[in-house]
C-alpha cells in the first residue's frame, strides 16, 4: 500500500512482510519528519491523506523502535565533465548519482548503469578512453531519472534549486499528465511506465498519449469508489492471527 504525499508533503507506505507483520514507512518533506515514538509515529499516520496506514499501526503492536532516515538532497556528480579522469577507477552506482529515495529510481538507474558499462567494456576493455567513454554513456542513463526526479522535486515551492524554463514546462506537463491519468487508463499505465524507467519519457509525446492528455489533463480527480463507508484495509488483528 502506497499513500503519495498529499497536499500537507505527508505520505507513507506499508508492505505486509513474513510472519503477519507489516513494515510501515511515513514520509514527510521540507523538514517535517514524521516522530520515531509510537504514540507520535500514530498521531503522523493519522495526518496522511487514506486512513489504511493508522489503521495498520492502530491495530498492531510495534516491534522495535522505529528508525529515522532523512535525505537531505540528491547529489549528481559530473564526472563526464572532467577534462582528465583517474585511470584504473569508476564510479557509479549512487557515488555518480543518489535520487530522493521517494521516486524509488536508484537501484534501476544503478543498473542501467552497470548495462552501460558491460557495453563500453565490450567496446574496448583495454583502452586509455574507457572512463570517459562511461561517464558519457552513463550521464545519459542518469540524464532521464535526474530530470524525472529532481525536476519534480522544483515544482514544490519550498525546494530550493534553479527553475529553468524546460523545468517549468516539464513539470506543467507532468501536472497535465496526472490529471489525465486519473480518467485515462492509457495516460496512467505510460507514465507509470515512464516513472519507473521502463520506457523513456518521450512516450508521454507520443501523439496518441499526447493528444489524450492535452484533451484530459483538465480532468478532476475521479472520487474513490464507494466501499459503503467500510475501510479498503484489512482489519484482522495483524500479529494475533498469522496469514496461512
Ligand atoms: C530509504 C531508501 C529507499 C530506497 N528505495 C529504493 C527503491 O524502492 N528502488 C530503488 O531502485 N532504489 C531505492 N533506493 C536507492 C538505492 O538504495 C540506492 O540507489 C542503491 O542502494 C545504490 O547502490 P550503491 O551500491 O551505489 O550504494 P550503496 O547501496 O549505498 O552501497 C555502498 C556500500 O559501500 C559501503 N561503504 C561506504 N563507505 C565505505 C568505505 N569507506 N569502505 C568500505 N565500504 C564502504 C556502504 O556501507 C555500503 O554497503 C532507496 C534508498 C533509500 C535511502
Redesign the pocket.
Known sequence: MIVSTGANGRGGGAIRVEGDRWHV?LAGMLGDHPPTDPVGFAAFANTISSPDIHDIVTSSEPLDEAVP?R?RSPVRRRFERLGTVPQGFLV?????C??N?LY???????AQQVMALRDCLHDGAESADLPTRFYSAASKVVDVAWQLSAGADLSHPGVLGPRTPRTRLTNAYVARVQRAAHVDPLVARTFLRVANLVEPPTALLHPRIASRILLRGNARPVAPPDFGGQPSVDRTPILTEPTR
Open positions: 514507512t532516515h535525505f557509479l552506482g549512487d557515488a555518480l543518489s535520487f529515495p524509488a529510481q536508484g537501484m534501476a538507474v544503478a
